[in-house]
Structures are given as structure tokens and as C-alpha cells.
């Protein structure tokens, strides 16, 4: 196992769709087992896949901090099948480092994907389990929380976000 590294806005990686995986290799299993040292290493609650430069549907969840009685898990081209009600709520992501914002997000979501084992699994979320789902399948599509935000915020954030990256190479 190891810990990779995590990337951040505005890199490309986290800006693209990510395919679907096709067959859970041993691959597909390392990497999470990977990603899920990562994110416990970087002190997540969850990872997506292209923050660690791999564009396929795969993410790793652990909302025990907020709520202790969920179990962490990974799933591989998980899929918003309904959601209602909606919820704002204060996010930050590892990509995006120092950014704390509120993120408009739906309530409730039903999420289906497959298990490490590739079993069909149906997850119903509510509270912060709900929220990270919405923000870890969001990377899939190439969205980060700064996409989330409203036009004018976003416009002064990805100014700011732009110009300390290209501060740091
Ligand atoms: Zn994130």
C-alpha cells in the first residue's frame, strides 16, 4: 500500500470525465486500497480516483468522524439513481486546499454501484454521508466544489486558485 499524491485545482486530471471501470482487476483493488490510505493519511472523509490522477469511477468513502455507525467503503461507478430535498451544507475538499464554502447539495440521495467484489450494492444517504457521495461522484464528472459555486464566487475563487498554483511551480 501506499500513499499517493493528491492533486489540485486547477489540474486537468480533475477537470475531465472519468470512464467507467470495466472489470475490477487487481489493478482496481490496489488502487483503492491505496486511495483509502490516502485519504486517511490526508485526514478525508473521502477520495475520488482522478484526485489521485486515475480517471475511472471509483471512490472511497469514510464518514465515521461525523458519523460513527456508517462502515468506510469503496465503490466502483457509483450512480445517482434519485435524490430529494435539498440541504446546504459547509464543504472543503483535499483539492482544493483552504477552501471552506457552502455547497447546495440534495438531501437525500440513492447511489447504486458495485462493491470491491463487484457485487451490485444500493446505498440511501442521508446527512454528511449523502453530502460526500454527491461530492466524490461530482469529481467523477470533472467537478470539484468550485464548480459548485455561485458564477461570482467562482470567478473570484479560480482567479485566486489559478494564480497560487502557477505562484508554486
Ligand atoms: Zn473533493
Redesign the pocket.
Known sequence: MSVLDVLTYPRATLRKKSGPVQKISEDVKSLIRDMKETMYASGGIGL?AP?VGVSQRVIVVDVTPYEPEQEPFALINPEIVSSDGDVESEEG???VPGLVETIKRKERVTVRGLDEEGKEVEIEASGMLAICLQ?EID?LDGL??VERLSPVKRGMIKKKLVKAARNQT
Open positions: 475520488a484526485q475538499c483535499l483539492s461530492h469529481h470539484t466544489v
